[in-house]
């Protein structure tokens, strides 16, 4: 079975800083997508950013990029110059190919200072 | 292209009544998925609908659920006879044929049990 576990639950970033949440993953899959979602006040799950796991390039999105360590199982979404609007509840989920079921882990919430 | 539209965005049911919630998957989308989520957790998968058909419901409580996608309409998540325990945010996603491409979510249903 797939698990996914984000152990921060919540982090505090300065505004125009980086912050660096945390994912791990447990599948015996070997081929898999994994993505971080953001979830701001108005619930609306937004898709931040998508990994395919037989790519070794780390994905990037604007201001967002992860950190995609295979052997290790590890997920991270680093955010570079953080805005306010970043403020919100990041879930990182994964899915097996072939298959349509999220697993998501229970979620950071990140808050960011002006 | 108007996104995946859940409504009601909020509803409230007394014990022992029925909720139905509604979901519109994108145009072109043939996929529907339901999450629920509980306060302070992520989300977790209920049941995968194709056009008239359910094709896993695994995560679906075994009594007072439902769920349908009919030819023609909205799909519908059904929760018969509600308990407090029933309060959720309850999220439909939609996909175009292929699963694994990114699913749209909604904004979800708060549904609230008094």
């Not at chain 2, 349908?68 to 519908?76: N, T």
Request: proline share 5%.
């Amino acid at each position: 079975a797939q698990t996914v576990t984000q152990s921060q639950p919540e982090m505090s970033v300065q505004e125009a800083e980086t912050v660096t949440l945390s994912c791990t993953y447990d599948t015996s899959e070997s081929d898999y997508y994994l993505f971080w979602y953001k979830q701001p006040p108005s619930r609306q799950m937004i898709l931040v950013i998508r990994q395919e796991a037989y790519k070794q390039q780390n994905a990037t999105e604007n201001r967002f990029s992860v950190n995609f360590q295979k052997a290790a199982k590890s997920f991270s979404l680093k955010i570079s110059d953080s805005q306010l609007g970043d403020a919100a509840m990041y879930f990182c989920a994964s899915s097996t190919s072939g298959t349509y079921k999220y697993i998501f882990g229970t979620g950071t919430r990140l808050k960011v200072l002006a | 292209n108007a996104g995946v539209m859940q409504n009601p965005r909020h509803l409230v049911r007394r014990r022992g009544q029925e909720a139905r919630l509604r979901c519109s998957p994108m145009k072109g989308h043939s996929h529907v998925y339901w999450y629920r989520q509980l306060p302070e957790e992520g989300l977790k998968f209920m049941v995968y609908l194709q056009k008239e058909n359910i094709i896993d419901e695994s995560g679906m409580p075994k009594e007072r659920f439902s769920a349908e996608f009919p030819k023609e309409g909205p799909s519908i998540l059904r929760i018969q006879q509600v308990v407090r325990g029933d309060s959720a945010a309850y999220f439909c996603a939609s996909s175009p044929i292929s699963p694994n491409t990114e699913a749209f979510f909604g904004q979800g249903t708060r549904l609230t049990v008094v």
